[in-house]
């Protein structure tokens, strides 16, 4: 399958700091994109999403950004809890309209009180 | 509304044995998917049901790895014989019919040791 894979696979951040967390992907042909979080002994936890025809999205402190020229998402965590520190991962649509999801390797967010 | 449910959480077998596990979607939701999260990456696709028709089972080793969602709900996942390298986290997710892109709600998963 194609690649998504993170610049960085761990990331240390202080209490109260905005948090960014990248992911690059390969394959042009993905139209959906989607971050999700994952604690430890949990499964993924759907953070937010966003469609190719889209470059910015927001939710509650958190906003995913979308460059289609460069392959490149961004996950960007507003004032960062204790509570926010978990895997990270970027999921891509490989199969438009199929929700077949293929998974990046994770970014480890660490956040420090 | 209940989540989605696994079981067992854990599970320690030796190589050759056999495993199941059983995944109980969210009530409703038609597509179900189990994915395989080997210790440091991300989980990878294994099979994908809606209702009870197979969408994708392209990644399914499917010389040992087989699973059935008879019913279209409840779902079993079986491994015969498993191997070392099946040592994983096995997560079950679904993910409600009518949209193109769903959210997929995933389960606690099952920890799966093969010595």
């Known amino acids: 399958g194609e690649n998504v894979g993170l610049h960085l696979p761990t990331l240390s951040v202080q209490e109260g700091d905005n948090s960014i967390i990248n992911c690059a992907y390969s394959n042009s042909a993905s139209d959906y994109f989607i971050w999700y979080k994952q604690e430890s002994g949990k499964g993924p936890q759907f953070i937010i999403d966003i469609r190719s025809n889209m470059d910015k999205r927001q939710g509650q402190r958190v906003t995913v950004l979308l460059n289609k020229t460069v392959k490149h998402l961004s996950l960007q965590i507003a004032a960062t809890q204790p509570g926010d520190s978990a895997v990270y991962f970027c999921a891509e649509n490989l199969s438009p309209g199929a929700n077949n999801l293929f998974f990046g390797t994770g970014t480890r967010l660490t956040v420090i009180p | 509304e209940a989540g989605v449910a696994q079981s067992p959480r854990y599970k320690i077998i030796e190589k050759r044995q056999s495993v199941a596990f059983w995944c109980n979607p969210i009530s409703g939701h038609a597509t179900l998917y189990w994915y395989q999260q080997i210790l440091g990456q991300g989980p990878k696709l294994l099979i994908q049901f809606q209702n009870n028709g197979v969408v994708d089972d392209s990644q399914l080793p499917k010389d040992r790895f087989s699973a059935e969602r008879l019913k279209g709900v409840d779902s079993t996942l079986k491994i015969q014989p498993a191997k070392l390298e099946d040592s994983a986290v096995y997560l079950c997710?679904?993910?409600?019919?009518?949209?193109?892109?769903?959210?997929?709600?995933f389960g606690p998963g099952t920890r799966l040791t093969v010595l």
């Open positions: 997710a679904s993910s409600p019919e009518g949209q193109p892109y769903n959210e997929q709600f």
